[in-house]
């Protein structure tokens, strides 16, 4: 388990935290398909937090993504980096994100993120700041639509609709289950929409929610607990 410090010269105030966004997200690349869905690897992260303490605890899990076979995993805790503000949440998560995915010591493939890309009010959500910091293709796949509107897909597994801030196409919802809710998709960084989707898809065989995030998910709230000592669980991101 790798612990990491607050980086030096982090923003620490709304105003510097929109000012690096706005500079990151001028990096974003759209125009990409990105990795073949269903090949090579594919790596969930996601997070848990004990907000009384200041803490969280970051978890990345590589897959294979034909087999669904563990490849690799690695976990990180650190101190919460940033204040809760709706819309940037992203400062509060990546240095303990770039941290495991780090302590990985391969290629992580595709990153997927238990949350959103371009589905987020300014259009740069945890998907897209991790994809340019990184490199990586990334893909944000959330549990709700935010702020967003669509129409319900069809009941068959597959399904999507246009997840739609206005009229522009944010993202979509994807059925990955019959007659289950569908889940929301968007861009991160150097993959497109449909790719998203079919990653999606390809690492939903049995759950409403991508095995990379189920494995990412348990293995950070594991992280945490044994961090916190005896008694204390952390909350889920």
């Not at 996601?46 to 490849?71: F, H, M, N, S």
């Not at 998907?127 to 990334?138: D, Y």
């Not at 967003?148 to 289950?177: I, K, N, W």
Request: glycine share 12%; with cysteine; hydrophobic share 40%.
């Amino acid at each position: 388990m790798t612990t990491v410090p607050i980086p030096a010269g982090w923003p620490a105030t709304e105003e510097e935290a929109l000012a690096v966004q706005d500079e990151l997200r001028g990096r974003l690349i759209l125009d990409e398909p990105g990795p073949p869905p269903g090949r090579g690897p594919v790596t969930g992260v996601d997070v848990a937090y004990d907000d009384e303490r200041g803490v969280v605890a970051a978890a990345a899990v590589v897959l294979d993504a034909a087999t669904l076979a563990v490849l690799a995993e690695a976990t990180a805790i650190g101190e919460v980096s940033f204040p809760y503000v709706p819309g940037l949440l992203a400062f509060r998560e990546i240095p303990t994100v770039l941290a495991a995915l780090d302590a990985l010591g391969r290629d992580p493939g595709v990153v997927v993120c238990d949350g959103y890309g371009l589905a987020h009010p300014r259009r740069f959500g945890l998907a897209g700041h991790l994809g340019v910091l990184t490199g990586l293709p990334t893909i944000g796949v959330a549990k709700n639509p935010f702020t967003f509107t669509y129409e319900e897909p069809g009941a068959e597994r597959g399904s999507t609709s246009p997840l739609l801030a206005g009229a522009d196409e944010v993202g979509r919802a994807l059925r990955t289950q019959a007659g289950v809710k569908p889940v929301f998709v968007s861009v991160g960084h150097r993959v497109d929409l449909a790719s998203a989707c079919a990653h999606t898809l390809a690492l939903t065989p049995e759950y409403r929610i991508p095995e990379s995030t189920r494995r990412a998910d348990a293995l950070c709230r594991q992280a945490l607990k044994e961090a916190l000592g005896p008694g204390r669980a952390g909350t889920p991101h």
